[in-house]
């Protein structure tokens, strides 16, 4: 997103109904959201429509593969981290079952690209977040690489 835009790029993609969770981060990008589908058209129409707003300068799409589904609501007042993770000699449905027994976990899933699994954190502060992606991540057999995004003022649609 171009500097000192990202407000205004949230606004819009708020139009968006294939849009369910828009969150501005930190770390190596301005914004992340989560689609309602993951079928290839959609995603690719989706991402078409993202990319035609002016202030939007580039993307990275990660399609779920495979990974568990969101076992609660997120909720519009905690803290969310999204963990980037990359595993080597595990393979990944095992790594995900691991993350699923970590305090504030919501989701995960396999994708392919860059990294090996996206998964998505809950807890009332982005230092309890921290904490988990410091100390829980690390016991997840085959990870070997992780970063984590930190949301404020993350936006929920129904």
């Known amino acids: 997103v171009n500097p000192g835009r990202v407000q205004k790029v949230v606004e819009e993609l708020k139009n968006n109904s294939q849009i369910d969770m828009i969150a501005p981060v930190t770390g190596?990008?301005?914004l992340a959201l989560r689609l309602k589908s993951s079928a290839p058209n959609e995603v690719y129409?989706?991402?078409n429509q993202i990319r035609s707003i002016?202030?939007?300068?580039?993307?990275?799409?990660?399609?779920?593969?495979?990974?568990?589904?969101?076992?609660?609501?997120?909720?519009?007042?905690?803290?969310?981290?999204?963990?980037?993770l990359r595993?080597?000699?595990?393979?990944?449905?095992q790594s995900i079952k691991q993350l699923s027994n970590i305090p504030g976990f919501v989701e995960a899933f396999a994708v392919p690209g860059q990294f090996d699994?996206?998964?998505?954190?809950?807890a009332r502060t982005t230092e309890e977040i921290m904490k988990t992606s410091i100390n829980q991540l690390t016991n997840v057999g085959g990870l070997f690489k992780?970063?984590?995004?930190l949301a404020y003022a993350p936006v929920f649609k129904a």
């Open 28 to 30: 190596r990008y301005d």
């Open 45 to 47: 129409n989706t991402v």
């Open 54 to 84: 002016a202030d939007v300068r580039t993307t990275t799409t990660h399609t779920a593969m495979d990974g568990i589904q969101p076992t609660k609501r997120l909720e519009a007042q905690q803290a969310l981290g999204i963990s980037l």
């Open 87 to 93: 595993v080597e000699h595990n393979p990944l449905g």
């Open 117 to 122: 699994i996206v998964a998505l954190w809950q």
């Open 146 to 149: 992780s970063e984590t995004l």
